[in-house]
């Protein structure tokens, strides 16, 4: 599970630098304005904070975005997942807990080794994604924590990860290989390595901008980049042309946009792409935002990821999954008893509500929606 919302926080980092699929978390919605100023729970006497609440509240958001690919999330959907997010808050408080009686601990040298670990994952995530590696401090500035914080985080990870493999040999889970096959066989949409392409750019919008500029800017800016290819023809190199001509963010970086899925390229772009060799530039081209020159880079096919490539990832899915399955029945008589687990959000009314409101609008509906008594009988001829 750890892992899960590790790699959900690197697509935290990651939209943090301009991604625009993540939700619009400045607007206040249904859960947040139900949480309390103070903690959201209580659990074996340690309280669960409203920010840790929150974080892995809009964590989950972001992974319910990234897999759906649905940005706008109904009210209740919302609540569904905050009442998913304290529950897991609660189990992992309980586990760690129960690890502190084991007398399971974290050395600073594991802790050490988590934290770089963690660093080098989120920097090569970034650099996938086309963005400049972040730094410690813009890692913990985007997650909002200080570098005690952090460590502690990590330390209370590590064990929690020790007191899931004790579980995990005590109730003797295992993976077999032909449940780890069937997986595989019954998600081929799962282990396919989509096409890409890895692109260069320089990029120039029409003055003041591209809504309200004339024939004139439009003009004048297709002339700027017809003059810098014209430029990177002539011997110079397109970095540096970019770095002193184009208007895109990547400018910096010599235009390099990085690893990009053919399917989230715009039409202009894919429609010139099959024409196209390494290290070949594009025409000139025309967006809704302005004019556009491209280098070819580098170029991946889709393709199968075999058996043998992923059988290992699976089988650590598949049992984590098993060991999530054994913490819940082993929090369950936790969970179950108040004296021992207190939620303060009260969420059953807000979708007893959202229900209501349900019926009354689909009562609306049928209420606009002629019936066929009151339809006029057709005349008979």
């Not at 770089?116 to 995530?125: C, R």
């Not at 023809?233 to 235009?255: C, L, T, W």
Request: proline letters at 5%; glycine letters at 4%.
């Amino acid at each position: 599970m750890f892992r899960r919302f590790f790699f959900v926080f690197i697509f935290f980092i990651i939209t943090s630098w301009g991604m625009s699929q993540a939700p619009d978390l400045s607007k206040m919605d249904v859960v947040e304005k139900s949480v309390p100023d103070g903690p959201v729970a209580l659990v074996l006497g340690t309280p669960i904070s409203r920010e840790e609440f929150l974080m892995r509240y809009h964590l989950e958001l972001l992974e319910y975005v990234a897999g759906t690919g649905q940005k706008d999330i109904k009210d209740e959907e919302r609540v569904r997942i905050a009442i998913r997010c304290i529950t897991n808050l609660a189990q992992r408080e309980i586990l760690y807990q129960e690890a502190l009686k084991r007398k399971f601990i974290a050395t600073d040298d594991e802790i050490k080794k988590a934290v770089d670990e963690q660093i080098k994952d989120i920097q090569e995530e970034a650099r996938s994604a086309g963005k400049n590696p972040p730094s410690m401090e813009e890692i913990l500035k985007a997650k909002g924590e200080t570098m005690e914080s952090f460590l502690e985080r990590t330390r209370k990870n590590l064990i929690l990860k020790k007191m899931k493999q004790a579980l995990a040999g005590e109730y003797k889970i295992t993976v077999t290989e032909s449940e780890v096959k069937k997986f595989y066989d019954d998600n081929p949409e799962l282990f396919v390595k989509q096409s890409r392409v890895h692109l260069q750019q320089i990029f120039k919008q029409p003055k003041p901008n591209a809504k309200t500029a004339d024939e004139k800017a439009w003009q004048e800016a297709q002339k700027e980049v017809e003059k810098a290819l014209a430029r990177i023809k002539a011997g110079e190199n397109f970095e540096a042309v970019a770095r002193s001509v184009s208007e895109a963010p990547d400018r910096q970086k010599g235009g390099d946009m990085g690893w990009i899925p053919i399917e989230a390229l715009p039409p202009f772009l894919v429609q010139v792409l099959p024409t196209m060799k390494l290290g070949d530039l594009s025409p000139v081209l025309k967006s809704s935002l302005g004019w556009h020159l491209f280098k070819l880079l580098e170029r991946e096919e889709k393709e199968k990821v075999t058996f043998e490539q992923v059988k290992e990832k699976i089988k650590n899915i598949l049992m984590e999954q098993k060991i999530d399955e054994k913490i819940f029945e082993f929090c369950r008589p936790y969970l179950n008893d108040p004296s021992k687990v207190k939620i303060f959000l009260a969420f059953d009314p807000i979708l007893e509500k959202l229900s209501r409101e349900d019926k009354s609008l689909g009562q609306k509906k049928q209420a606009t929606t002629p019936s066929s008594a009151n339809k006029p009988a057709s005349k008979k001829k």
